[in-house]
DNA sequence: ACAATAGTGTCTGTTAGACAGTATTCA
DNA sequence: TGAATACTGTCTAACAGACACTATTGT
């Protein structure tokens, strides 16, 4: 009753929207197989000091990045006999959102790289680890189905946030143009927004709102 | 850079609906930990003869039922250090499933039970194995949650139905009743159904319809 | 005053829910 | 002919999308 136990990772794809397309978080691998190649952030779970397979992301991200991201969920399990050279692996699939601002230092900082997820992955390098560019894809559709009916992208903003701010991240993961008028009546009646303060730009001063829980399901599709 | 590798299984929340009532399919467990006790269909992962985690499911069904479920399909992976008195482990979870006639076959030749968990699990046995009862939980979950907008209820009627019936299976997985008229619109005008032949009854003969894709998704809310 | 951006009011077409009514069978 | 079940037509209220409008700032 002794089987061969499988590898057992976790995988983090780690996104955030800068200029209106979605980019991923990739890191050179330092070491084989696939030395060199651009992969997740990720590793093996640890059996003596991880509590559960989240717990084991989050440490991930804190021991090569030195960050707590402001969204962490389970995607996916990939398991299967051909990803990893090595031979029989699983990894649990985990989507990670924060906000470019804080991403960009962990680039200066980490050694960590954002690359542009859009147009199905046509600019990310060439040489990416295992079945990440998968991953990848996995993660991103997720992000976009639940886009709709949630407030999960309000992750890829600051805590604080105008509603012109937010209808922008709505409209780069759904990929299409919303009516102002239209959004504000549906985001306000749907999600719960706590009003912060004021902020002031170039024309009128926007209300700031905050995330009232840190995620809302929609019982109707927003867009 | 050895750690110890975590078990590693897959577990199946084997669903169907009997008298309006989702039951989930049990074995006892014939031997330690946890002998006795009532647990979901599940095994190890085979790395030598499982191509992934979705063929170990099929190979554990076919093996410990003898059977080919109408659907299947990964939920989660639930991976802790508390959840197998042996020691950390994970389990890939997967909801299956398929009509009561055939599962009642089952039941009379392979030894497996059928135990209703509606009410919050309030009438699932009380020995119940692991965590199995909070699989149980998440799997009826998303059942719940895709029911509303996909076709994946129809898995729990033979391979053709009529209108009503299917009416039926969704109300009970829904927990609420459908008005016919507006059933019948939105169900023809979202899900790809052929038609199929007719069934006679004890009033008016129905049209019976098989599904034209394994699992359509609606663009919107069905109810 | 005007450019720029934030935010409101309201009209219209579409969709969802309610429900009355028709259709087709068997006893 | 009536009970039983399947199915259709249509009315109404709610909602989504479009868009014209007002509001508040900086220059």
């Given at each position: 009753m002794n089987y061969t136990k499988p590898d057992l990772t976790v995988d983090i794809v780690l996104l955030t929207l800068i200029e209106g397309r979605l980019h991923v978080a990739l890191m050179r691998r330092d070491k084989a197989p696939?030395?060199?190649?651009?992969?997740?952030?990720?590793?093996?779970?640890?059996?003596?000091?991880?509590?559960?397979?989240?717990a084991a992301a989050l440490r991930t991200l804190r021991v090569k990045l030195d960050f707590v991201p402001s969204h962490l969920e389970q995607v996916c399990t990939e398991a299967n006999a051909t990803r990893d050279p090595r031979g029989w692996?699983?990894?649990?699939?985990h989507l990670a959102l924060h906000s470019p601002e804080v991403l960009a230092g962990l680039v200066a900082s980490k050694g960590m790289q954002l690359f542009d997820v859009?147009?199905?992955?046509?600019?990310?390098p060439e040489n990416i680890a295992f079945d990440h560019q998968k991953l990848i894809r996995l993660a991103v559709e997720r992000l976009r189905a639940k886009a709709g009916y949630s407030t999960i992208v309000a992750h890829?903003?600051?805590?604080?946030?105008?509603?012109?701010?937010?209808?922008?991240?709505?409209?780069?993961?759904l990929g299409k143009a919303l009516n102002p008028a239209n959004f504000r009546r549906k985001i306000l009646e749907r999600a719960a927004l706590e009003v912060v303060g004021t902020l002031?730009?170039?024309?009128?001063?926007?209300?700031?709102?905050?995330?009232?829980?840190a995620l809302d399901y929609f019982d109707r599709q927003l867009a």
């Open positions: 696939e030395e060199g190649k651009w992969a997740l952030v990720g590793g093996y779970i640890h059996a003596d000091e991880d509590t559960d397979s989240t692996s699983a990894s649990v699939v859009e147009d199905d992955g046509a600019h990310l890829m903003l600051p805590e604080t946030f105008t509603l012109p701010e937010l209808q922008g991240v709505y409209e780069s993961v002031h730009g170039t024309g009128r001063p926007a209300q700031t709102y905050r995330l009232g829980h």
